[in-house]
């Protein structure tokens, strides 16, 4: 084997690679994603995992892929360590797929119509329908349809390169020679682990070890061994992936390589016990490319069978290798984005939605504390008033700039109308909770002075503390419930706190005026009803927002009085005027 069948063999591996990475991709994008989603919203029983992990992988090619995804929703919370293995015991069946895939180079020539199924007329032709569509498509999805197509192509001539450039080994003695001593059992697991580990794609192994079969020196006795060792070795991207994740998180990593240990350890046992007695004759039975492919899978789906039913052992064992860390901080003020869902725009946004509704729950609760320091300040009620205010700082950096690197992915008008309202909604939930932060040091501020409140103006904040309080419970059920109807009330009720606080510094005004309240406390009066303004202000930006995402415009807010007392806008205003109002003076 010379210097061109070695250039050969390393360009035919890199089509081959690229050509999976291409297919997959396409599958993975013309599935929109649901496939992945499918994986933490059905895996309520082990059965559903396993066949979830197995289909999701059959598509996207990849059981480090689907595993990666699978530690990312564990480390997230949004899956439980026992669903995950069984998700990975599929993920570990469905990789085997993409070896019959490969099997198809095996299709011989012939005459008439029978050439047309040869290897090399298939890939031509799937090759040309590929460009085409890729070329002609207006469509995204049809364009991905295209990539897949080509994907299919690369691989195969890629597959054709490295058979080709193999083909001499069938004469030489030493790589024979080599092949006999990978029959040992030890040996072989160690090799085939090894080299997976290098290439870090188990479907790209049992490749190679197809195109090997050319060659007409893989035996049986040199094959199952090297599967064995290719299944260990796929795990090293999912560990590796791990880094970094919590002790749940590198769990399900672990599992990954546990399962495959442990199958390759029973499975190798029973077989070779049994064949020092039976002696079967198929062992020096050489390979073929369907041979090998066939082999793969029944040693998955044999390992899959056996190991099924201990899905909760394999957690508890992985729970004991891998300890809780002591110390992972569960409260931590910034939320953990997985980076592993970026590929998967659905899972990313489904992951900032979780985040953005517990940025929300957290400003109500720092607005409902803001007031209740006011009422009765509290020196401890105040620094968590501080710290939740710090907290939700924490969140919109961080969902902000996840949300960006979302907008670099092939986003459909869905995934874009989710996104585009996150980015108009986090800086109005966070200036909420800067303007509850101001009403907080105020009225710490009021402490330090001894400033009270007259008991008409203290009457007339109980009124709008009501207020304030239903609007922002409305909005934050309507933002995250999605009710676009409950939105539509917000708007009423900030235009009804409005007025209320144009009334009562009206009112305060001619308090100060006679008298009754002194004027450095008109100035903190008014200081607190600009902020809870404010807070109405950005609760009606919020529902707008989802209003005006849902009807694909982005307008400015302005409303017509006539057509306001039509409409149900008035209707609520009105409504809202007769539950919210001032007391008589």
């Known amino acids: 084997m010379g210097v061109a069948n070695i250039i050969s063999l390393l360009s035919g591996i890199a089509l081959f690679l690229f050509g999976m990475s291409l297919m997959g991709d396409g599958l993975k994008r013309v599935a929109g994603n649901k496939l992945e989603r499918l994986l933490y919203q059905f895996t309520s029983s082990r059965l559903k995992g396993i066949l979830l992990g197995t289909g999701v992988t059959a598509v996207i090619q990849s059981s480090s892929a689907t595993s990666v995804m699978v530690v990312g929703f564990v480390n997230a919370g949004m899956m439980k360590l026992e669903q995950a293995v069984g ?19 095996n299709l011989g020539g012939g005459s008439g119509w029978v050439s047309l199924l040869s290897t090399s007329t298939l890939t031509g032709i799937i090759s040309v329908a590929g460009i085409l569509i890729r070329m002609l498509a207006k ?5 991905h349809v295209g990539d897949i197509l080509l994907g299919f192509a690369v691989l195969m001539f890629g597959m ?61 006795a040199t094959a199952f061994p090297l599967i064995m060792g290719i299944g260990i070795g796929a795990s090293l991207p999912v560990l590796m992936s791990a880094a970094g994740s919590s002790a749940n998180g590198k769990r399900t990593a672990v599992v990954y390589l546990l399962i495959d240990v442990i199958g390759a350890i029973v499975i190798s046992i029973l077989f070779y016990s049994v064949n020092l007695f039976a002696h079967f004759g198929f062992m020096t039975q050489v390979m073929t490319s369907v041979s090998i492919a066939a082999l793969n899978t029944i040693y998955r789906l044999v390992m899959v069978i056996l190991l099924a039913p201990a899905t909760g052992m394999l957690a508890n064992m992985v729970c004991r ?66 710290r939740l205010e ?12 996840y949300l960006i690197k979302i907008t670099k992915h092939e986003l459909n008008t869905a995934q874009n109308k989710d996104v585009t309202r996150f980015l108009h909604t986090i800086t109005d939930f966070e200036r909420i909770s800067d ?23 203290l009457a007339e904040l109980d009124v709008l503390h009501a207020a304030i309080t239903k609007i922002l419970a409305m909005t934050t059920d309507a933002y995250e419930r999605g009710d ?27 308090r100060v005026k006679t008298g009754e309240c002194s004027f450095s406390q008109g100035l903190t009066f008014n200081d607190l009803l600009t902020n809870y303004e404010r807070m109405g202000d950005h609760c ?35 409504e809202y005027s007769a539950r919210f109002r001032l007391p008589e003076e």
């Open 321 to 386: 290798i891998v300890k809780d860390d002591p110390q992972e901080d569960a409260a931590s003020a910034a939320p953990q984005f997985e980076e592993r869902f970026l590929p998967y725009p659905s899972l990313a946004i489904d992951q900032c939605r979780k985040y953005i509704n517990e940025m929300a729950d957290l400003t109500k609760d720092s607005v409902q504390r803001a007031i209740g320091v006011v009422n009765h300040f509290d020196e401890g009620e105040f620094r968590q008033v501080i």
């Open 484 to 510: 676009l109807a409950l939105a539509a009330q917000v708007d009423p009720l900030e235009e009804v706190v409005d007025n209320l606080c144009d009334g009562m510094k009206t009112r305060h005004v001619e």
């Open 139 to 143: 469509r995204a999805t049809h364009k």
């Open 540 to 574: 009606s930006n919020i529902a707008i927002a989802m209003i005006e995402v849902d009807m694909n415009t982005f307008q400015t807010h302005e409303y017509n009085v006539e057509e306001l007392k039509q409409s149900n806008f008035a209707r609520y205003y009105q």
């Open 390 to 401: 710090e907290t939700i700082d924490a969140y919109e950096d961080a969902i902000a700039s």
């Open 87 to 105: 998700v990975v015991l599929g993920a570990i069946l469905g990789t085997s797929i993409t070896g019959w895939i490969i099997a198809l180079n």
């Open 160 to 220: 054709s390169t490295m058979s080709g450039a193999v083909s001499p080994l069938k004469e030489n003695a030493f790589f024979i020679n080599l092949l006999t001593q990978v029959e040992n059992p030890l040996l072989g697991i160690l090799v085939g682990a090894l080299f997976t580990m290098v290439i870090q794609s188990a479907s790209a192994a049992v490749g190679i070890l197809q195109a090997l079969a050319v060659t007409g020196a893989i035996t049986f």
């Open 435 to 457: 303007h509850a932060r101001n009403v907080a040091e105020i009225a710490q501020q009021m402490g330090e002075d001894g400033t009270h409140f007259s008991a008409p103006a």
